[in-house]
């Protein structure tokens, strides 16, 4: 049988059946306990909850640190929905900040612009990188409002010497499926905290859903413990797109993370390669809908609307080869040199 290429499940399928009668052995009931002592000892964090999916952590996280109705939520315009959909369903006002051009991360003027006015910071590194941690702590401590730190995209990484996951009052990630740390069509997420009384509020607002399946922990706790083999596999090929994409006309290549598993590439002929892309079977990710798209008028975001008309996003799985990085590249590539 010839392997499915382009496959982002090729990590997942490996280890099910590279590690079967171990998952089979530790898929008991205390699975998710087990692999919450892991996650927490990982980031270096005193306390994790394993959560129904990333939504869930994320509203638990802002029900903990005090937001309710009114309550002003600062937020990327450039993430993934469930961080503007949690704030409106507790009754909170989104306060929605610009991108960066560089690297797709909030802008650090439109945090320091808005500083004042947050009551609440949801502090979201996309792409595996992320505005300046600093820069956010600074901040936060001078205005006197929390951070909730969503760090989905960029778990593995650190900064300053210090894991993604620990810079904020509460963090939280998705371990959904494409994640380095899931389980193949299965959601979960993680809380993490190093307050006890913050903790506390956060596992009484998960209590109303439910809890992942313990059968779905081992693998996530395998897959955490080879996380530093995943990356370096994820960073070759995300070298291999910035080498060989480099200096084309009418290509960008923003500075995103050597970790990221969407690598973004922008042009002005968008629609013309991403048809010459799926016609030749390559998968793309999606491209993030800016949050204010989603909302009434709530101002101009010249440089989130840039990123909507204009970004690709190509693969970089785990597991995923170096041919088929090259592959891809190459037909980018060839688009451009090549008309």
């Not at 590690?19 to 205390?30: C, D, F, Q, S, V």
């Not at 996280?61 to 704030?87: F, I, Q, R, W, Y």
């Not at 320091?112 to 609440?120: P, Q």
């Not at 010249?302 to 996003?313: G, I, Q």
Request: charged share 20%; aromatic share 8%; proline share 7%.
């Amino acid at each position: 049988m010839t392997p499915k290429i382009f496959n982002p499940y090729r990590l997942d399928e490996t280890l099910l059946k590279e590690n079967a009668a171990w998952l089979r052995k530790t898929a008991g009931p205390e699975a998710l306990n087990r692999f919450a002592e892991k996650l927490s000892a990982f980031i270096g964090r005193r306390y994790c909850l394993i959560t129904e999916s990333g939504r869930v952590a994320i509203r638990s996280g802002l029900t903990a640190l005090g937001t309710g109705k009114g309550s002003c939520v600062g937020m990327t315009n450039v993430t993934h929905p469930s961080a503007l959909d949690e704030t409106i369903q507790i009754g909170a006002k989104p306060e929605l900040l610009e991108i960066s051009a560089s690297n797709l991360n909030m802008d650090p003027r439109a945090i320091e612009s808005r500083a004042g006015k947050m009551d609440i910071f949801i502090f979201t590194p996309m792409f595996s990188t992320s505005a300046p941690v600093g820069l956010v702590r600074s901040l936060a401590d001078d205005n006197g409002f929390p951070v909730l730190e969503d760090a989905s995209q960029i778990i593995g990484v650190s900064s300053g010497g210090h894991p993604y996951g620990s810079f904020g009052d509460i963090s939280v990630f998705s371990l959904s499926s494409y994640k380095p740390v899931s389980y193949p069509s299965a959601k979960a997420g993680a809380l993490l905290c190093d307050d006890i009384t913050l903790f506390r509020k956060a596992k009484k607002a998960a209590a109303a859903f439910s809890a992942p399946d313990p059968s779905v922990a081992p693998l996530m706790e395998l897959k955490l413990s080879l996380l530093k083999k995943t990356l370096a596999g994820i960073h070759r090929n995300n070298d291999i797109y910035r080498r060989n994409l480099a200096g084309i006309m009418g290509l960008l290549i923003p500075k995103v993370g050597r970790d990221t598993q969407d690598f973004p590439i922008l042009t002005p002929r968008k629609k013309e390669l991403e048809k010459l892309i799926l016609k030749l079977r390559i998968p793309l990710g999606r491209t993030y809908e800016p949050l204010h798209t989603l909302l009434p008028s709530c101002g101009d975001f010249p440089v989130s609307n840039a990123y909507a008309k204009l970004a690709l996003h190509l693969p970089s799985y785990p597991m995923m080869t170096e041919s088929e990085c090259r592959y891809a590249a190459g037909v980018v590539k060839g688009f451009f040199t090549h008309p």
